[in-house]
């Protein structure tokens, strides 16, 4: 199993701020894990989600990740 991503070493590797990155979990376009009040992005998610050309999938990543 990968080890899940903090907001910030994620927003690092985005090249975004950390302020940008939780707006994009709230806007739900970037796919996040809420462990209490932390987010955590997984690595292979942001892969798909870059892959994808980091845009938002209709219904939102979770509807196809559950697959509805």
Known sequence: MERLLSAREAAQVLGITEARLY???R?????AVHLGRQVRIHP???????D???????????AEADGA
């Open 23 to 25: 707006a994009l979990v």
């Open 27 to 31: 806007q739900r376009v970037l796919p």
């Open 44 to 50: 292979a998610r942001l892969r798909e989600w870059l």
């Open 52 to 62: 994808a050309g980091g845009h938002r999938l209709d219904g939102g990543w979770r």
